[in-house]
């Protein structure tokens, strides 16, 4: 787990914060070019939804939570949430390829 910087205020904290939403975001938009790219990979819409490896994703990221300072339950709540948006957005990714030659 990274060291923490101590806050003296509220405000600090917010910008701390702020700080981690835009390294997140950045990382949201680079996972999103690779599931645009997995899209291609996919037969059809039906193989995007991928149940099995959602599970999992999310074992292996629930096990690997406290090494990192983080709750389980919030890790879980978070990339189920992140997932399913994931894979709508893949779906659509998929409806958008051109059809596979013959």
Do not use: N
């Not at 787990?1 to 975001?25: F, G, H, K």
């Not at 629930?62 to 990339?79: I, L, Q, R, S």
């Amino acid at each position: 787990m990274q060291a923490i910087t101590p806050c003296l205020s509220l405000d600090e904290v917010r910008q701390q914060i702020d700080r981690l939403d835009r390294q997140l975001l950045a990382l949201v938009g680079e996972r999103s070019a690779y599931v645009a790219q997995a899209a291609a990979f996919k037969k059809d819409r039906a193989e995007v939804a991928a149940p099995q490896r959602v599970e999992q994703v999310i074992s292996r990221l629930c096990a690997m939570a406290k090494d990192y300072g983080a709750p389980p339950e919030v890790v879980e709540a978070t990339w189920r949430a992140m997932i399913a948006a994931f894979i709508r957005f893949e779906q659509q990714t998929h409806s958008s390829l051109p059809a596979p030659s013959p």
